[in-house]
């Protein structure tokens, strides 16, 4: 529900209430156009928002609200394209004053004029999601693939990284590659809602706002506050997920102890696919988790209307054929412009859901297959950001397999916003200065002087004499440096030593292009490459998104089966011991190996120079 005063809420459920409407429209040049109830015409004003369909509870909604009106105003439509609607709902409260609730910031879409009426149609900034998305390879969390979409498509998050993150499976790292069914920004929302729980909607300020369902009623909605209402006599709950494994081509089954409701079916989630089995089995549960809160009655209601409740808010009914013990929840809504309010929640009976196979193994044209000599491509970019600094920062890792023997190329473009460390500079001013002496001064001399003056006051203008001076000044000031960027290239956790890339750079963005040419790939097997970049002189930043590259060859796999290799690494940043030893980092590394034989291996590595304290130098441990 949208936060409104204990004053309001009162005034809403009396038996009498006064209020109005406002507007304004805002053209994409700047111009606005304020309008009141005086220039609605009566009956055309409504706004209609769903976070589900019309048959059943779902996961991952991301559907967009509709605000249609029509005025009584003299604007040329032409020069309505592109722009802002927005409606403000005011109730008169006891002391006499009027609360403001906003009902919503909407794009047109439509402009309609005939003789005396503009007639408009918008819709919220949910739509503005729809612009193709890249297909590169992504991996990062759930607040990380909002951030994506949300910079992409120009829509504020109305939600922190650390609300995100204290979600269920919120902190959890996230895959999609570039075998998959996303083809909008939309889709990567959708499927990362359906991680996270819960659906998307764009809140009243115009932000992508993510929700779940809930078990806390918000308000009590009395008979006397409905004109009709109908209840069904079942409650709808879900006790099991299933989510569609596209390596297996295998439906995975995650249920309760007790598994007597609906089962939510996820479909093929891209970001599902890859990982453990344990993980997969995780994220679903955690899912199946916050699926569980939902345990709500469905109905069909038109009330006298509160323009405060917002999709997903949990109601109970009292009165009439209601039963005040149960829960139900606002899954759609149609709030009439100076008329009533109707509220549904929608679900399907435990008792009469059809009966299907728990694991349903018949899942046909999930998979592409693989054709010899056919050129693929895995892309890649970031979407989290990083800082390079003195150490190794990872901003690059594709995984690729091939079905034979062959060569791949590696191409790569980041963007790093560099900060040089500032130079100083010295050095000496050297010039002649010319210094005018007061002829005053000059006549004060000795007697012995006298003719020396006289002759310098002959040579000079009247009333001065200039003496020439040689002067030499040291001057020290700073100017931006120049720092140095460090690429290294990673094939398989070996480091390629034969091609390290350099760069050096003033302040500011630059754009660094890669190129690696990676011959004798193995083939059948799961391969890494990695990038790593370090700063000397300076520091730099890549944003989300601005990281791209891909690997392109012949008979390129999208997921090649797991060598049964696991890389386990460990980071610590400066430390000192008493004092003595400093070293900039410490890795341990613990590489297991497991192909035809079984091969275990355990690695301490000191990375970068270390000083011991008695001996004041650096000496490099091998």
């Not at 920004?185 to 764009?202: E, K, P, S």
Request: net charge negative.
């Amino acid at each position: 529900m949208y936060p409104v005063s204990e004053a309001f809420l009162q005034a809403v459920q009396g038996n009498t209430r006064k209020y109005y409407w406002t507007g304004k429209i805002t053209t994409a040049a700047g111009a606005e156009y304020p309008f009141d109830q005086e220039d609605i015409v009566k009956g055309s004003g409504y706004i209609t928002a769903q976070c589900c369909g019309n048959s059943e509870i779902e996961l991952g909604s991301v559907y967009a609200a509709e605000m249609g009106i029509s005025l009584f105003l003299d604007i040329d439509r032409y020069t309505l394209e592109g722009a802002k609607a927005e409606l403000t709902y005011h109730l008169r409260l006891a002391d006499g004053t009027y609360e403001a609730v906003p009902m919503g910031i909407f794009e047109v879409s439509e402009a309609n004029r005939t003789a005396h009426v503009l007639e408009l149609k918008a819709y919220d900034y949910m739509l503005r999601f729809d612009r193709d998305f890249n297909g590169f390879e992504t991996i990062g969390t759930a607040y990380g693939m909002m951030v994506l979409c949300s910079t992409a498509c120009g829509v504020e998050l109305a939600q922190s990284q650390a609300e995100i993150e204290a979600l269920p499976n919120g902190s959890e790292l996230l895959s999609i590659y570039p075998e998959n069914d996303i083809e909008t920004y939309r889709d990567v929302l959708y499927f990362t809602a359906q991680i996270l729980g819960g659906f998307f909607c764009v809140n009243r300020d115009g932000k992508l706002e993510f929700r779940q369902y809930r078990n806390t009623p918000v308000m009590e909605i009395l008979q006397k506050h409905r004109f009709s209402s109908s209840f069904s006599d079942f409650v709808t709950r879900y006790t099991a997920v299933s989510s569609t494994n596209q390596q297996t081509q295998t439906a995975e089954y995650y249920a309760l102890e007790e598994d007597d409701g609906l089962t939510m079916n996820l479909g093929v989630n891209p970001l599902l696919q890859f990982g453990l089995e344990e993980t997969r089995a995780e994220l679903c549960r955690n899912i199946l988790t916050s699926l569980s809160a939902v345990n709500y009655v469905p109905f069909d209601s038109d009330t006298i209307g509160n323009p405060a409740l917002d999709l997903g808010d949990v109601l109970t009914f009292s009165g009439g054929q209601a039963d005040s013990r149960q829960i139900t929840c606002v899954t759609s809504f149609t709030v009439k412009v100076g008329g009533r309010q109707s509220l549904k929640c929608v679900g399907k009976n435990p008792r009469l859901s059809q009966a299907k196979s728990k694991n349903d193994k018949n899942i046909s044209g999930l998979l592409n297959q693989i054709e010899a000599g056919k050129i693929g491509i895995h892309t890649f970019t970031n979407a989290s950001a990083y800082t390079i600094a003195k150490t190794n920062v990872r901003i690059i890792s594709i995984e690729f397999a091939s079905k034979e023997e062959n060569h791949a190329q590696f191409f790569g473009q980041v963007i790093v916003d560099a900060e040089a460390d500032p130079v100083e500079r010295s050095a000496n001013a050297a010039g002649t200065i010319v210094v005018p002496f007061p002829e005053a001064l000059a006549d004060s001399g000795t007697e012995e002087d006298a003719d020396t003056s006289t002759d310098a006051a002959e040579e000079a203008p009247s009333g001065n004499t200039e003496v020439s001076v040689d002067v030499s000044l040291p001057v020290t000031w700073a100017e931006d440096g120049k720092a140095v960027c460090y690429v290294t290239f990673e094939l398989n956790n070996a480091e390629i030593l034969l091609h390290h890339p350099v760069e050096t750079w003033h302040s500011g963005k630059h754009i660094l292009s890669l190129y690696y040419p990676i011959e004798n790939v193995v083939p059948n097997i799961t391969n890494t490459f990695n990038v790593y970049l370090r700063m000397k002189d300076g520091s730099g930043t890549v944003g989300i998104g601005d990281c791209i590259a891909s690997i392109s060859g012949q008979a390129m796999a999208a997921a090649a089966a797991w060598d049964g290799r696991i890389d386990i690494e460990e980071t610590a940043a400066l430390f000192s011991v008493s004092g003595g030893l400093q070293a900039t980092g410490l890795t341990e590394a613990v590489d297991v190996g497991i192909m035809e034989l079984v091969q275990k291996s355990y690695a301490d590595t000191m990375t970068g120079r270390t000083g011991i304290g008695a001996f004041c130098r650096p000496v490099t441990l091998a």
